[in-house]
Structures are given as C-alpha cells and as structure tokens.
C-alpha cells in the first residue's frame, strides 16, 4: 500500500490548508483512515479519522477548526484546516487503520508551517 500526502505549507495565523492523501490500497472504502501529525521532538498524535461508514473523531485541540473527509471513488482522504495556530505546526501524515492500528507504512508526509 502506498500513501501519497500533499497540501501542505507556510501558512500565516488564521488560515486554512486543504490535504490529500491518495491511497493505493484495494477496498479503500472498508477501511478507517486517520491523520496524524508529529511536531520536532514529540511523538505522534492521531488528529482525525474517518471511518469507512463516514463517522469521524478528533483530537480535541482541533475539534471546530479540522475537518476529515474522504472520496472513495479517488481513494483519497482529506484534511480541511481552517483557523490554523503556530501550534498545529507539525508533519502530517495520513494511515490506514485496522481495530484502530495503523498498518501501512507511512509516507513521506507534508509539512504544515503556521507562522507570521
């Protein structure tokens, strides 16, 4: 399974981002898809998944400004971020779950830089 993420930037306070990440993966539509980032020096963190029935959850740091979605024909799932902090500066990258475990490799993710 490849996982290709793009979107990301240098973004001022305030604004908004859009996300992608394409899957190669058959049977995209079954599985949970999350979004993760990772700031320098901290761990991993789950910000956003989207089930394959279209439920979704969220960090609670992001809940009202992030926005999870998914395009199962594109096999692509999305991000959108609006209201952006310097502290939602991090990678971002994008995995499958199974019974909430991520199983693919990751990608090479897409650096979000919220600065002025």
């Known amino acids: 399974v490849q996982l290709v993420e793009s979107g990301g930037g240098l973004v001022q306070p305030g604004g908004s981002l859009r996300l992608s990440c394409a899957a190669s993966n058959t049977y995209f539509s079954m599985y949970d898809m999350g979004w993760y980032r990772q700031a320098p020096g901290t761990q991993r963190e789950l910000v956003a998944l989207i089930a394959g029935g279209g439920s979704t959850n969220y960090l609670d740091s992001v809940k009202g400004r992030f926005t999870v979605s998914r395009d199962n024909a594109k096999k692509t799932v999305y991000l959108q971020m609006t209201s952006l902090k310097p502290e939602d500066t991090a990678v971002y990258y994008c995995?499958?779950?199974?019974?909430?475990?991520?199983?693919?490799?990751w990608g090479q993710g897409t650096q979000v830089t919220v600065s002025s």
């Open positions: 995995n499958i779950l199974v019974g909430g475990t991520v199983v693919a490799s």
